[in-house]
């Protein structure tokens, strides 16, 4: 495996159910993104992890919850979503996470929320 | 305010011709990053090019070229030589020293034409 994998690729769940999406990278970086995106809106930046410690929360809702275990894998936690949760949800890494950074992306986890 | 425009939310361009997709943004920061990703319909975001506001030479990768204009705060991306496979939407971001984190445009969905 290389770069940047997600999974699952599509997810669909009611707002009472719990599930997880999951990122992983194989490039050796030390700083995971989660970002949103939405029909028709600029990519949302939900959460930075940098060497694993948070660094970021760009006032997401509790319902998202994000977890990086170690540098290499990221998840995101979700429970009793929305409909207006609805969207595509890409996972990104970089070397170091400064600003200058650039960031390789993860293919997406399409969610729909019913 | 917009912190990135692209001000064509479509475009066309015949295979084999060239075409520039227009990126403008705003920033106070005299150090910052110019970045251009490519999202297929498969949703993958691909990295294309990177321009720091002090490199003095435009940025050039393959085909593309980066048409970095610091004093008109212009990056536009220029694609020669199109191939159907070009077709995708393009997102032009900026990362600025004094907020860490990347801000990515609306996008410009090209299609390219046999």
């Known amino acids: 495996e290389t770069g940047v994998t997600q999974t699952p690729r599509h997810l669909v769940m009611g707002m009472t159910n719990k599930k997880s999406l999951k990122c992983e990278q194989h490039?050796?970086?030390?700083?995971m993104y989660w970002y949103k995106q939405s029909a028709k809106k600029p990519l949302e930046l939900m959460f930075v992890?940098?060497?694993?410690?948070?660094?970021e929360n760009n006032s997401v809702p509790s319902r998202f919850s994000p977890e990086c275990p170690n540098s290499s894998h990221l998840f995101l936690h979700l429970h009793t979503l929305q409909p207006e949760d609805s969207a595509l949800y890409l996972c990104?890494?970089?070397?170091?996470?400064?600003?200058?950074?650039?960031?390789?992306f993860g293919p997406g986890t399409r969610l729909t929320v019913l | 305010a917009q912190k990135i425009t692209q001000t064509q939310p479509g475009m066309f361009v015949q295979e084999k011709e060239a075409v520039t997709l227009d990126c403008t943004y705003d920033?106070?920061?005299?150090?910052?990053?110019l970045f251009w990703y490519k999202q297929p319909s498969s949703g993958e975001m691909i990295f294309l090019i990177y321009?720091?506001?002090?490199?003095?030479q435009n940025a050039t990768e393959g085909r593309y070229s980066l048409n970095f204009q610091k004093a008109r705060k212009s990056a536009n991306l220029v694609i020669s030589a199109s191939q159907l496979g070009d077709s995708a939407m393009y997102f032009c971001?900026?990362?600025?020293?004094?907020?860490?984190?990347?801000?990515f445009g609306p996008g410009t969905s090209l299609s390219v034409i046999p």
């Open positions: 971001a900026m990362s600025e020293t004094s907020y860490d984190k990347v801000i």
């Open positions: 990104a890494s970089s070397q170091e996470g400064t600003p200058t950074d650039t960031q390789y």
């Open positions: 920033t106070s920061d005299q150090s910052y990053g």
């Open positions: 490039l050796g970086h030390n700083a």
């Open positions: 992890y940098s060497l694993e410690e948070r660094v």
């Open positions: 321009q720091g506001s002090y490199d003095e």
